[in-house]
């Protein structure tokens, strides 16, 4: 690998990382936003014509790098069918992950990956906004970010002069908005050996790094024992990172981490246009995101070459959120660990907690007469609920306890 610098001093709120620009280059990662992000390709729904053009737009990505199909013989594309609604139970089709491989001949791979699927025009019931159908939903943060991510993160390992001490396996997963259908299809059908796995780095959503307070949020730290020492060396008045244990979490790194696969999660953080037609290409942050890709090949360039990373299972919140309770708060709750309560990264319109008056930012520390110490304790209080119930919720807002009337 290229001699790893990391200089965090060259970061400024307003322009992201300067020291990146030699590996990692805004322009292209914007290109490749754009494109996956453009109307043209109708928020690539899971099995739509317009998944199938960002699949395409992959492939020759990966072909342009020399990559070789990691499919299968010479598959670029891994097909698998899926049932959309929310049990399953709405249209049916055929969707593909998109895979591509660099083969140093090494003795462990890396598998570095991102969903390249998102909502299309809101047919599959997963929008937040109040009248979804028929409306274009680019998500360009969500994950048209993380897609971008993969594709020049490929390009950078295929690229280098010196060759690599790792093989990698690039994978755009299908059928996330769905649920982990094609991170969870490769997991149970892999392509390559996942004995030789040394470890999984998911990019979701990552393209909106805020430029007055940068904080990148990286989850899966415990499930290896080298990462969290590792990963707070990046952290600095430049760039917060947040670490956060669990292996599991609310996208494609969970199929890895439930194959006994050390995982990272990396994320700049939810928003108000998230799930909604508004999350555009004109929003994203790419020297925000070119950070990130450093700090991921930062990482990476520290790994022991030697020998697989230990696994260790986590503490992980539960996944079963969405089947389980009979109300919701209404927030998009953040999965970072390091903040007493738990903290509502975006309140979503129209819901209980923004009728309450909740804000962004907030941190939930009571629902009734229950503490919140973490989204264990969150999810535990939830259940409690019935329809039509008010109760009391207590916020952290900025140093202040705010009481709020909450009627679910």
């Given at each position: 690998m290229k001699k790893f610098i990391l200089t965090l001093s060259v970061f400024t709120a307003s322009q992201g990382f300067t020291g990146a620009q030699t590996w990692f280059h805004a322009d292209s990662i914007q290109k490749h936003i754009n494109y996956l992000a453009s109307d043209e390709l109708e928020g690539r729904g899971t099995g739509t014509t317009g998944e199938e053009r960002a699949a395409s737009y992959i492939i020759n990505e990966f072909k342009s790098f020399n990559l070789e199909p990691g499919a299968g013989g010479i598959n670029w594309k891994q097909?698998?069918?899926?049932?959309?609604?929310?049990?399953?139970?709405?249209?049916?089709?055929?969707?593909?992950?998109?895979?591509?491989?660099?083969?140093?001949?090494?003795?462990?791979?890396?598998?570095?990956?991102?969903?390249?699927?998102?909502?299309?025009?809101?047919?599959?019931?997963?929008?937040?906004?109040?009248?979804?159908?028929?409306?274009?939903?680019?998500?360009?943060?969500?994950?048209?970010?993380?897609?971008?991510?993969?594709?020049?993160?490929a390009r950078f390992f295929a690229k280098n002069s010196e060759k690599e001490k790792f093989n990698f396996l690039f994978i755009c997963f299908s059928g996330e908005e769905l649920g982990l259908l094609g991170s969870e299809y490769f997991a149970n059908h892999p392509t390559i050996n996942l004995e030789n796995v040394t470890c999984m780095i998911n990019m979701d959503m990552v393209g909106r790094l805020k430029k007055d307070?940068?904080?990148?949020?990286?989850?899966?730290?415990?499930?290896?024992?080298?990462?969290?020492?590792?990963?707070?060396?990046?952290?600095?008045?430049?760039?917060?990172?947040?670490?956060?244990?669990?292996?599991?979490?609310?996208?494609?790194?969970?199929?890895?981490?439930?194959?006994?696969?050390?995982?990272?999660h990396f994320f700049t953080g939810t928003h108000s246009d998230y799930h909604k037609p508004e999350d555009d290409a004109d929003k994203i942050n790419a020297k925000g995101e070119e950070a990130v890709l450093l700090v991921i090949s930062g990482v990476i360039a520290r790994l022991p070459a030697d020998r697989k990373l230990e696994f260790l299972k986590t503490r992980n919140p539960s996944m079963d959120s969405s089947t389980s309770f009979k109300v919701t708060l209404g927030i998009m709750p953040s999965y970072a660990g390091g903040t007493d309560g738990l903290k509502a990264e975006a309140v979503l319109d129209n819901k209980p907690a923004?009728?309450?008056?909740?804000?962004?930012?907030?941190?939930?520390?009571?629902?009734?007469?229950?503490?919140?110490?973490?989204?264990?304790?969150?999810?535990k209080a939830l259940g409690k609920f019935e329809k039509?119930?008010?109760?009391?919720?207590?916020?952290?807002?900025?140093?202040?306890?705010?009481?709020?009337?909450?009627?679910?």
């Open positions: 097909e698998f069918d899926f049932k959309a609604g929310t049990h399953g139970t709405g249209r049916e089709g055929k969707a593909n992950n998109v895979i591509g491989f660099l083969d140093n001949e090494a003795p462990f791979t890396i598998v570095i990956g991102a969903h390249y699927d998102h909502l299309g025009k809101g047919e599959d019931g997963h929008s937040l906004d109040a009248h979804a159908e028929g409306k274009i939903h680019n998500g360009a943060d969500d994950n048209a970010s993380g897609t971008a991510g993969v594709i020049e993160l307070n940068p904080v990148l949020e990286v989850s899966g730290v415990g499930t290896a024992p080298e990462w969290q020492a590792m990963l707070q060396k990046f952290s600095s008045k430049a760039m917060e990172i947040k670490l956060d244990s669990a292996g599991v979490g609310p996208s494609d790194h969970t199929s890895f981490y439930n194959k006994n696969i050390p995982v990272l923004m009728k309450a008056g909740m804000k962004d930012g907030d941190i939930v520390i009571k629902m009734g007469d229950m503490d919140i110490h973490d989204i264990q304790d969150y999810m039509g119930q008010t109760t009391t919720v207590v916020v952290n807002r900025n140093g202040e306890k705010v009481s709020l009337e909450v009627t679910f």
